[in-house]
């Protein structure tokens, strides 16, 4: 059985290597839950998709979440 290509990697494909890898620049900067998913939709936004607005509408609600829970 042949080993699966890098590309087919299903948990760090290639968009979230390129350059600095995303987790890793969360983690470094402590980041919490919900601002780790802001950055991370941010960052593939362009790249997982054909549809760049679903990545964006996801950081929005977390972001939108963050904001609600530092008005409480």
């Keep these: 059985m042949k080993k699966k290509a890098k ?3 299903k948990i760090n494909p290639p968009y979230y290597k390129k350059g600095i890898q995303v987790t890793d620049f969360i983690l470094s900067h402590d980041l919490g839950w919900c601002e780790g ?34 008005k409480t």
């Design 37 to 70: 998913n802001i950055i991370k939709y941010i960052v593939r936004h362009k790249i997982k998709h054909d549809d760049p607005i679903q990545d964006l509408t996801k950081a929005k609600w977390y972001l939108e979440k963050l904001i609600e829970n530092l």
């Design 7 to 9: 590309q087919d990697d």
